[in-house]
């Protein structure tokens, strides 16, 4: 999330379904789920964007969930408010890069616990999950550069620490921590359409439950498709969708989703 150089403020609403068919073995094998299976995720969320003079940027997400979840024996379903998240950019070069410099920024963000946690979960099949449930500090790094012609490259990285909290049977649950990247190359016309491609990668260390780590780590690979189109100065359309990829050497199973996803968003320019 950023805010180009002539925009003041922005606002975005945008919803997403994620469903989940099946999942890859340890040798990278896909298998699908059964048939009469089901296990989706829609969500939508609320994103905010201020600047205070050329340098700062602040803003907020607000998610909102909800989950079904059912199989041959047994369905349920839940959801509720996620976990809210405040961030923060300092930008020492302006997005899209001046002269032979890329965009340079530094990128702060903290979510809160205001969702369900999978340890405080009163479902079993955690379909009333809907959030982390510590609080997470996460740094990072974005770097952009654009080019007259259309095209831009976007990469970004930053590494997440929760802080320990008890779930609800008064254990203590430290959560590891986790790492993200995501690498974008994209075209915008002239016309006001948008298209770019990316691959994303996120790694999170199992949690510890009263100190044991049972999991060492899970990982998420991601192929994903963004396109766009800028209805006036004001106003842009959004789509994106998303693959899971497959990780032959995670060594037990990774699940199999694809994800979904249309929005708006509202610009305030300088101007």
Do not use: C
Not at 5 to 30: C, F, K, M
Not at 202 to 227: N, W
Not at 239 to 268: E, H, K, N
């Amino acid at each position: 999330m950023r805010l180009a150089p002539e925009e003041n403020a922005s606002a975005t609403v945008i919803t997403t379904a994620q469903d989940l068919r099946g999942h890859w073995d340890g040798g990278g094998t896909y298998i699908p789920s059964d048939p009469d299976a089901r296990d989706r995720e829609y969500r939508v969320e609320g994103r905010v964007m201020g600047r205070i003079g050329r340098h700062f940027q602040f803003g907020a997400i607000v998610p909102v969930l909800h989950t079904t979840r059912k199989t041959v024996d047994s369905s349920s379903s839940g959801g509720g408010l996620g976990d809210v998240t405040v961030l923060t950019r300092w930008d020492f070069v302006k997005p899209g890069g001046e002269g032979a410099w890329p965009g340079i920024a530094a990128t702060m963000s903290l979510s809160l616990p205001t969702g369900r946690s999978p340890f405080n979960s009163k479902d079993p099949s955690l379909a009333d999950v809907t959030g982390a449930g510590a609080y997470e500090l996460r740094p990072g790094i974005a770097l952009e550069k654009n080019w007259w012609t259309g095209w831009y490259v976007l990469a970004a990285a930053g590494v997440g620490f929760y802080a320990p909290f008890k779930s609800d049977r008064d254990v203590t649950i430290q959560l590891g921590p986790r790492m993200l990247a995501f690498v974008a190359v994209g075209k915008s016309w002239t016309n006001g359409f948008g298209l770019a491609g990316a691959l994303s990668y996120d790694r999170e260390a199992g949690p510890r439950v009263d100190g044991v780590r049972s999991v060492l780590f899970r990982a998420r690979p991601s192929a994903m498709l963004f396109g766009s189109y800028a209805v006036d100065d004001h106003w842009t359309l959004i789509a994106s969708g998303q693959w899971d990829l497959p990780i032959s050497d995670l060594g037990r199973q990774q699940l199999a989703g694809i994800t979904v996803g249309l929005g708006v968003r509202r610009a305030w320019n300088v101007y």
